[in-house]
């Protein structure tokens, strides 16, 4: 943190912001907040991500002045043009949901780190997502989503392996594929322009079919499932599926294929 604040120099410093994105991160953003505190007392802080929007409590005047509940794209964009001073009292500002299906509003053509080549390249596809589990924070983003579609998203892809040849790419979406004939149709052309790239993706367990992870095997798809619990209290509990037991039957079914096809 010393080196980076005398990196930039401290007197070009007119607002820090930081992410809190999982519990685990919660101490480390404690400390970096405090030690630019110490180092630049005047420079104004802001804070989000996922811990923040779900735990805005952790968080106080020592550590923040603006902590952003949810999508964080236009209030801090908002911060940087209207520049505002310290307030008095930490605010806790309401994020503005990122419009993801509006490929304008992310510069793809400069993507990435300026001059590297990308080993693994995150992006995003979809905002949001339509289910209400209740340990999950994405619901507390609002209600809405988002999504590109399915030939935008492949041009993307088609560019990105052009201007920065990454080997994988990430999906970042919190549900990846959530409708089943976007998926379809997305790794029906992704299979006929065989990109030379592997993907990396989180989607639910009942969601998928025998059928749909042969094609996501086809297109170099390695998929992470969140089953969350094998107990049927507890899917009830955390209201993960409306059906418990059907839960896990489609959950040992797609597992049961997904090892026999390897
Ligand atoms: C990709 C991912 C991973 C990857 C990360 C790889 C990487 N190198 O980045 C991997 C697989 C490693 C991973 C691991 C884990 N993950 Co994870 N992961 C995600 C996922 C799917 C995408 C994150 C992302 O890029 N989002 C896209 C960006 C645009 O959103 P964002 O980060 O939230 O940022 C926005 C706002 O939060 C806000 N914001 C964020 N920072 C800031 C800062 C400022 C100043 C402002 C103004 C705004 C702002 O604005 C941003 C733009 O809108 C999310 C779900 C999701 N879709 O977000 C889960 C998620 C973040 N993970 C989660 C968890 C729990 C974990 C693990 C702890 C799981 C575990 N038990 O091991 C680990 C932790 C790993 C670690 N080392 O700490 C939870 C966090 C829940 C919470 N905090 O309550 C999430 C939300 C999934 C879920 N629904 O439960 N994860
Ligand atoms: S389906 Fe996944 S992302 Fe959506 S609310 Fe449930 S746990 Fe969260």
Excluded at 214 to 229: E, I, N, S
Aim: charged residues 25%; proline residues 5%.
């Amino acid at each position: 943190m010393d080196q980076a604040v005398a990196a930039l120099g401290a007197e070009d410093l007119g607002l820090v912001g930081l992410s809190c994105w999982t519990s685990l991160h919660y101490l480390g953003a404690i400390a970096v907040a405090r030690r630019i505190r110490t180092l630049v007392p005047d420079v104004p802080i802001a804070i989000g991500g996922h811990h923040a929007t779900a735990m805005p409590s952790d968080f106080d005047l020592t550590t923040c002045d603006w902590l952003i509940r949810g999508d964080g794209e236009l209030p801090l964009r908002r911060l940087c043009v209207e520049w505002p001073a310290r307030p008095q009292e930490m605010q806790i500002l309401d994020g503005v949901a990122f419009d993801q299906s509006n490929t304008a509003h992310i510069d793809w053509e400069h993507y990435g780190r300026a001059g590297e080549r990308d080993g693994a390249l995150w992006i995003g596809s979809s905002r949001g997502c339509a289910y209400k589990c209740r340990f999950c924070v994405e619901p507390e983003r609002g209600a809405t989503y988002s999504r590109y579609t399915v030939n935008a998203l492949l041009s993307i892809l088609e560019r990105l392996v052009e201007t920065r040849g990454p080997r994988v790419v990430a999906f970042s979406d919190p549900l990846f594929g959530a409708n089943r004939r976007w998926l379809e149709q997305f790794l029906d052309g992704l299979d006929r322009r065989a990109l030379p790239l592997m993907f990396w993706c989180e989607t639910r367990v009942d969601l998928m079919a025998p059928e749909l992870l042969d094609q996501l095997k086809r297109c170099r798809f390695m998929v992470a499932f969140g089953l969350d619990t094998a107990s049927e209290t507890m899917i009830e509990r955390m209201q993960k599926a409306t059906q418990p037991r059907r839960y896990l039957e489609k959950a040992r079914a797609t597992f049961d294929h997904a090892n026999a096809i390897g």
